[in-house]
């Protein structure tokens, strides 16, 4: 990897099926197998499905990154990793294996119909800001020009309270 050509980007990882902590840990050991290196790992979180909290419970973290792939191949690995372990992809929001988002590269704004940067409803969701400012308090919205922590302040406290670290 090159370290000239290297970028920052953050993924959100999460399971709600099958032995959801170990499929976490095999997407970050796959995600190092193609040019991408961890460089940061938020403890794990679990929260109540969504949008049904019916299901299963997830699993989730954020990780930091330095990669050499570009936005749209990032997004491709990140696909093929959850099609390796098991996801399918039947009907939206259902129970998977595994679930990888890009959530920042390189504070880029992409707007293109396969991939959408930062991830378009990372703002909203507690299970994603969580473990992000736990590994990055002064991160800001590219788009938004929000801070993470501001971003926290707009979740309801029911849903900050649902959700716990493990």
Not at 8 to 23: C, F, Q, T, V, W
Not at 128 to 149: A, C, G, M, R, S
Request: aromatic share 8%.
């Amino acid at each position: 990897m090159s370290e000239k050509q290297a970028k920052i980007a953050y993924i959100g990882i999460g399971s709600n099926l099958g032995n959801k902590k170990k499929n976490i840990v095999l997407s970050k050991y796959l995600l190092d197998q193609k040019e991408i290196k961890v460089l940061k790992v938020s403890n794990m979180f679990e929260s109540l499905s969504w949008p049904n909290p019916k299901k299963p419970k997830f699993i989730n973290i954020v990780i930091k990154i330095k990669t050499t792939l570009t936005p749209y191949n990032l997004m491709k690995a990140c696909l093929e990793i959850e099609k390796t372990l098991g996801r399918k992809r039947l009907k939206r929001n259902q129970p998977r294996t595994c679930d990888i988002d890009v959530l920042d590269y390189d504070r880029k704004i992409i707007n293109e119909p396969h991939l959408k940067l930062p991830h378009p409803r990372m703002h909203t969701r507690n299970f994603v800001l969580l473990p992000f400012y736990e590994i990055n308090k002064t991160w800001i919205h590219p788009k938004k020009k929000i801070n993470i922590k501001k971003m926290l302040s707009f979740i309801k406290e029911s849903d900050l309270i649902s959700i716990k670290l493990i």
